[in-house]
């Protein structure tokens, strides 16, 4: 069995709904996954936009995710410390937790990358930790990928 990642908020390849970006409600979009790999012990999430003016921006970092979840629910707290979900870095806007698309206007579309690591680990990373760090850390403990991809324009 493969390791997948979805939304049921949106088709890979399509428009991420507006409730899930800055010009709206900008809440994170509920996740589901499967297939996660055998003696998997924890889970990644990290959410990057490849086509930002500045180059590569992250706009989420979550970690330490149980390796007994199979979803994310729409809307996770922006708290460092979510209990039974796990914890969450700093992203490019400087806030703990999820940050939707915001990408300058007239700029056209910009692809949203959601890759999900499974890990041999539980990562010792306290809660804020950069994507940099959490990279790092799974350096050699990567046991599966699975990719999701949203677009969105102003």
């Known amino acids: 069995m493969s390791f997948t990642l979805i939304s ?11 409730k899930y970006t800055c010009d709206g409600e900008d809440v994170s979009p509920p996740l589901q996954w499967s297939g996660t790999p055998q003696g998997t012990k924890s889970l990644v999430l990290i959410m990057e936009d490849p086509d930002a003016p500045i180059g590569l921006f992250t706009h989420w970092v979550l970690y330490n995710i149980p390796p007994t979840r199979n979803e994310l629910p729409e809307n996770v707290a922006k708290n460092p410390t979510v209990e039974g979900i796990g914890l969450q ?7 703990v ?9 007239g700029h056209g579309p910009h692809r949203y990358f959601f890759r999900l690591y499974a890990l041999d680990i539980t990562l010792n990373l306290r809660p804020r930790a950069s994507r940099n760090d959490v990279l790092n850390a799974i350096k050699n403990h990567v046991i599966g990928t699975a990719e999701y991809m949203g677009t969105y324009s102003r």
């Open 89 to 95: 870095g700093i992203n490019d806007f400087g806030r």
């Open 97 to 105: 937790g999820y940050g939707g698309p915001c990408p300058p206007r």
């Open 8 to 18: 049921p908020a949106f088709k890979y390849g399509e428009r991420i709904p507006r």
